[in-house]
């Protein structure tokens, strides 16, 4: 009886496998140009004009504080997690990779890509001990303290909207319900000390992000009382917080403007924060990519290389360059 030949399995192109990416990218690029087409058609250019010509230095250098405050807290918060699927850390490396993934996380469609690197990053400045689940051990450890920020800001929400709408308080209480217990899968090796720590490092971020928000309103919308300045910062950063856009533009627009109207202010105004907020929160993320280029231009340099030269800068006799000797996320095994 004659053997049935084996067909080889038909090879993905790298250009399919990127096709979906591509696709979602493209999807939340629209949704944030359909959204800030919306604002614009409801209420104008008028407020986004003013809030650009509105921002003093003064607000671009507390912003930038604000920002760096931000992620070093996130930095911290990070390494805390970290530690207990067995990645080490400097802060100052850790601090560097925030910076990285705040800035492109500010610019690419998603609001993640940047976290996303920051997981997989081979660089030589951590140890790992996870054998070979290093790769999974990085982005458990990210997810893990992605979401407990993301916790704090729905449940900051939730209290800022109990007053005003009790529903959607209730959503977002929920919300953050759902978003702690995925988080406790990669959290539940942590003593309670450190537990106490990352949540407590969460509200911090939070309250540096709030802060940023404040400067805007002082800036933007001078005569608004300033003690409504947390609830609608809860609101607001929520609305950023929401994975469908590009650098939360155009989904925080619409969730200012709204609770602006909630609470008797004018949505315009709303807007006009909410955009003074997006300029300030951008250039709080600028030394970001001072980091990257810094990161990237070694590499570009050896891109451009001839293949030669390459060689012999790993020794003589040696055919590929010489790996660094520690990687963060790959396998020692």
């Known amino acids: 009886m004659a053997e049935t030949p084996v067909r080889p399995r038909p090879r993905v192109s790298s250009s399919s496998r990127g096709l979906p990416v591509v696709l979602v990218a493209s999807l939340q690029l629209l949704v944030t140009v359909g959204v800030l087409g919306f604002v614009v058609a409801w209420w104008g250019l008028e407020p986004i004009t003013t809030a650009l010509g509105s921002l003093p230095w003064w607000a671009l250098a507390g912003g930038l504080v604000l920002g760096a405050a931000g992620v070093l807290v996130q930095a911290l918060r990070w390494r805390l997690v970290a530690r207990y699927h067995g990645i080490r850390l400097p802060v100052g490396p850790a601090d560097v990779r925030c910076w990285q993934a705040s800035f492109l996380n500010s610019l690419l469609p998603g609001g993640l890509a940047g976290d996303v ?15 070979r689940r290093a790769l999974a051990s990085g982005f458990a450890a990210v997810a893990a303290e992605r979401l407990c ?21 209730a959503l977002c209480l929920a919300g953050g319900v759902v978003t702690a217990t995925v988080a406790w899968r990669w959290l539940r090796r942590l003593p309670a000390r450190d537990l106490l720590g990352v949540g407590m490092l969460s509200v911090v971020g939070w309250v540096a992000f709030a802060g940023i928000f404040a400067l805007a309103l002082v800036a933007v919308a001078p005569s608004t009382d300033p003690r409504l300045a947390p609830g609608l910062a809860a609101v607001s950063i929520a ?3 929401v994975p469908v856009g590009v650098g939360g533009w155009g989904t925080r627009e619409a969730a200012t403007a709204w609770i602006f109207s909630v609470v008797g202010l004018d949505p315009a105004a709303g807007v006009g924060v ?31 290389r001839p293949r030669d030269g390459r060689r012999a ?18 396998s020692r095994a």
């Open 313 to 330: 800068r790993a020794g003589p006799g040696a055919s590929t360059p010489a790996r660094r000797p520690a990687a963060s996320l790959r």
């Open 274 to 304: 909410s955009v003074g907020y997006g300029v300030l929160a951008l250039v709080s993320t600028l030394p970001g990519a001072v980091v990257l280029a810094a990161r990237l231009a070694p590499r570009v340099r050896e891109v451009g």
């Open 149 to 169: 920020g993301t916790t704090v800001v729905l449940v900051a929400a939730s209290a800022a909207l109990a007053p005003h709408r009790p529903l959607l308080a």
């Open 117 to 131: 690197l920051r997981a997989a990053d081979d660089s030589s400045d951590a140890e790992v001990s996870a054998g």
């Open 239 to 241: 609305g950023m917080s």
